[in-house]
């Protein structure tokens, strides 16, 4: 089996849309993963119904924040998929790494998402293998109040600079994966760093939303 052409290259950055149980066998090896997986929570049917919180004209209700309804976080990545993704890695960084069985971790990244006690979680636990101390990451993310102007894509999607301090805690890296990749925050980061990224994500929505982003210019440092 071949590469699948991809949904989006450039220098940087490669998009590829897909099932990464396919492609993953197929694309080499990586300085570093840097993903965030599916759950199996489902993060996107609760966020479909909580962004339908509008009445429009008679008994219609309208989204504030359309996010449509699927199914891609109604269970977590096979366990074999994520030994895969971690064997072609050298170092590894993984949200949610609390929902899989992964060996125990010295000092997990956690970003404090400032939400001052509201319904949902205070933090995220990125699960890795850098061997480092305990580090905190504090960026505002609490539905309309976030920080700076960036603009939400997807339901359990991670802010840029977020994303980029985790690249910064790995170190020496070159080449970045994410099999997972959602609205390619991981692709925007990687570029904006300087780094060489490949995207994989099965539903074809988020890779046209990855896409248009990274055409987007790349913030100063």
């Known amino acids: 089996m071949n590469l699948p052409?991809?949904?989006?290259?450039?220098?940087?950055?490669?998009i590829y849309h897909g099932d990464c149980r396919e492609i993953l066998p197929l694309i080499g090896r990586f300085d570093l993963l840097l993903t965030d997986p599916p759950y199996g929570i489902g993060a996107d049917k609760a966020m479909y119904k909580?962004?339908?919180?509008?009445?429009?004209?008679?008994?219609?209700?309208?989204?504030?924040?359309?996010?449509?309804?699927?199914?891609w976080d109604k269970e977590p990545v096979e366990e074999w998929v994520m030994i895969l993704a971690r064997s072609i890695c050298q170092k590894q960084v993984i949200f949610g790494g609390n929902y899989y069985p992964l060996p125990p971790c010295k000092g997990p990244m956690i970003w404090d998402k400032q939400n001052d006690g509201n319904n949902f979680a205070d933090a995220e636990i990125a699960w890795n293998n850098l061997g480092c101390p305990v580090r905190i990451k504090r960026h505002l993310w609490n539905g309309m109040a976030r920080k700076g102007l960036e603009e939400r894509h997807h339901p359990t999607q991670k802010p840029l600079d977020v994303i980029q301090w985790c690249i910064s805690l790995a170190g020496d890296v070159t080449t970045i994966l994410d099999p997972w990749a959602g609205s390619g925050t991981t692709g925007h980061a990687a570029k904006n760093l300087g780094k060489k990224a490949v995207l994989i994500e099965r539903e074809e929505r988020y890779c046209e939303i990855a896409a248009k982003r990274l055409s987007q210019e790349v913030l100063s440092l």
């Open 5 to 14: 052409t991809p949904y989006h290259q450039e220098e940087a950055v490669t």
């Open 50 to 71: 909580a962004s339908g919180n509008v009445v429009g004209h008679g008994n219609r209700r309208v989204a504030k924040r359309t996010y449509e309804e699927s199914d």
